[in-house]
């Protein structure tokens, strides 16, 4: 059973930081590329986050460039996201997605709100 569990969401105050796990399960994960993305009720889904699949490429939204770093631990089956330098644009729903060349997956999603 495919699972891709996510955690570490929560509450911070403008220019703090928090750290994203999504942890899979079902699937081998160190043959699929992960993602994070965000959402905001009424807004589309945006890409916050790409690395491949051994983690030595990875890209960012510009949004959040200079301020978050994706990173993957293939032993763990885990993907992680470190949030630096919060800002109340920041909050959203944040969504793990792994996907090769024939499935995709997600995660259930963690609420990050950023506010004082």
């Known amino acids: 059973q495919v699972q891709l569990v996510e955690s570490g969401g929560g509450w911070v105050q403008p220019g703090g930081s928090l750290r994203l796990s999504c942890a899979a399960s079902g699937f081998t994960f160190s043959t699929y590329v992960m993602r994070w993305y965000r959402q905001t009720p009424g807004k589309e889904r945006e890409l916050v ?3 491949s699949t051994g983690g030595g ?6 949004a959040v460039k200079g301020r978050f770093v994706i990173s993957r631990d293939n032993s763990k089956n885990t993907v992680f996201l470190q949030m630096s330098s919060l800002r109340p644009e920041d909050t959203a729903v944040y969504y793990c997605m792994a996907r090769n060349s024939v499935a995709e997956y997600w995660g259930q999603g963690t609420q990050v709100t950023v506010s004082s």
Not at 57 to 62: E, H, V
């Open 57 to 62: 490429g990875r890209t960012y939204g510009d």
């Open 49 to 51: 986050a790409y690395i």
